[in-house]
Nanobody, 126 residues
Framework: QVQLVETGGGFGQAGGSLRLSCAAS????????MCWFRRSPGRERDFVPA????????RYLNEVKGRFTLARDNAKDTVYLQMNSLKPEDTAVYYC???????????????????WGQGTQVTVSL
């Protein structure tokens, strides 16, 4: 079992920054992968970035490339999502998720992930 807790959501202004954290507890296999998803009003959950917990480069949603950065702190079992140059369309509930099953490639589908956090709201105003 893996438990995930997201923190760091809140209100931001267009052009500003926010940082989200996802703290994991429990056992995640070394070949697990982790993804941030977001759900905007009227949309399905979209992956934002995803990464293997063992390392490697994250994969990013095109809409956030160059603005969002995923970073890991394995000592703290925490993954961070640094969101810069925020836009109103980044407004969403953000979820972190862990896939415990092995995959040779980074997966970005909702059904590809096994454990989910409760979500944290991010609201970006003009």
């Amino acid at each position: 079992q893996v438990q995930l807790v997201e923190t760091g959501g809140g209100f931001g202004q267009a052009g500003g920054s926010l940082r989200l954290s996802c703290a994991a507890s429990g056992r995640a296999a070394s070949d697990a992968s982790m993804c941030w998803f977001r759900r905007s009003p009227g949309r399905e959950r979209d992956f934002v970035p995803a990464i293997f917990l063992s390392g490697g480069n994250p994969r990013y949603l095109n809409e956030v490339k160059g603005r969002f950065t995923l970073a890991r702190d394995n000592a703290k079992d925490t993954v961070y999502l640094q969101m810069n140059s925020l836009k109103p369309e980044d407004t969403a509930v953000y979820y972190c998720a862990v896939r415990a099953r092995f995959t040779p490639v980074i997966r970005t589908g909702v059904n590809d992930y096994d454990y989910w956090g409760q979500g944290t709201q991010v609201t970006v105003s003009l």
